[in-house]
């Protein structure tokens, strides 16, 4: 059984009320004390950066803190896109008919807030089905072409490039599907890493000039538990993996003065692969 992850459970509790917000049967004392702020519903808030800025004067703290831990995750997992999708369109500034016709907020009235009421599996809803759903009637048909033209040009490409499970869970619970959050959190964030090693093995392609499969990656990052049973020599190699040294190299751009190699070879390009494995001279040092 894997150790649980502390600080990735701590997250997983702090998001829970957001999935709360967002879940239309779901209703309790507190709730109704967080539900708005300053006229806006507060899940409206997790999708727009700007506007929680403009209101945080106006947050209990409480509320503050969950959404804090929110960009904190936002930051981490890099939803910045994905987020935009939670966004409410009647409150989106680039979805400029809103501003000129307040029957979208009415839609909004009836359910039809966030991009993921209107979506299934990343496709735009038939007006047929909204209709259904949300009540729309004939005189609504302009407004949504406007708004499925909308989804598909800004909307759809961010939902392709963002399948994240972070996301997925509060768009479950907009949809009232889904329990025991607090889990399905967890295993959003366990699974979605955030620790990911693999931009290291990218600049050492870049300096050797080869390719590194991930397979061959995770086998170079296992060996440095198994090849020694020094502690001292254990450390040593993950420093040299994970490209922890200031090379001379790094040490010319941080003072703008030319830097040599180490070990007296003559070369100023002694970067990371240079100084552990092409200089001439490593087997004098």
Known sequence: MALLNLRKYFYAAQLRPLACWCRPDYEFRWKEMEREIQGYQTQILMGDKYLRGALRHAMDPIVAFTLEIWNVIVEKYKLKRGVHALKWFTYDSRFKPRVYDSRFKEWAQKGITAMYTVSENGQF????????????VNKDFFRY????????????PELDETSNNVIKVIVDAYKQKGSRVISAFYQALVGSGGESTLYIKTKWEAEL???????????????QCSSTSSLVWREFCWKNLTRFFITPKIKSRQLAVQQHCWRLCGSTEADHSHIFWNCKDKAIL
């Open 209 to 223: 000039k080869i390719q590194i499969t991930e397979e061959e990656w995770y086998q170079m990052c296992e060996t």
């Open 145 to 156: 072409l406007q708004l499925r033209d909308y989804f598909i040009k800004e909307i759809r």
């Open 125 to 136: 809803m038939s007006f047929q089905d909204l209709k259904s759903k949300y009540g729309l």
